[in-house]
């Protein structure tokens, strides 16, 4: 299994909304599943990539993700990795942010703002914990 794909699955579940609109709860129902086929040992890559690019939003949000060391999510990324050309600074910056993840292995949550408590996984009920980058 590449868990690079497995982490974008993770990452992408809190962005699916505001990438697919009313498809979302459909997606997210469909990459828990191959998480949880994943952690239980079936190697699901290739469904995962295959669904991952099942819309050029969720294709290239995913790709954004990847080429991230960190696997960030597009918003979180220095200014200076965007795709597009922001206003000149003095120096690139990053955002800090934690990342939380499911303690089951299926879902990823980045805190951006430190008084937001993160929210429950939306697969198992469960209060996320801080991870490693």
Known sequence: MDEDVLDVARTI?????????????????RIAELLGSAQGGRDADDELMSLLSGSAELHAWAAQVLA?????????????????????????TTVSARKFRCPQGDYVWW?????????????????????DR
């Open 68 to 92: 991230d060391e960190w696997h960030r999510p597009p918003d979180l990324q220095p200014v200076s990795e965007r795709t597009y050309d922001a206003l000149p600074t003095p120096e690139p």
């Open 13 to 29: 579940r809190p962005y699916l909304e505001q990438l697919v609109g009313a498809d979302a709860p459909e997606y997210d129902r």
């Open 111 to 131: 805190r951006r703002f430190v008084d937001r408590d993160p929210p429950r996984c939306p697969s198992h009920d469960t209060v996320l914990v801080p991870c």
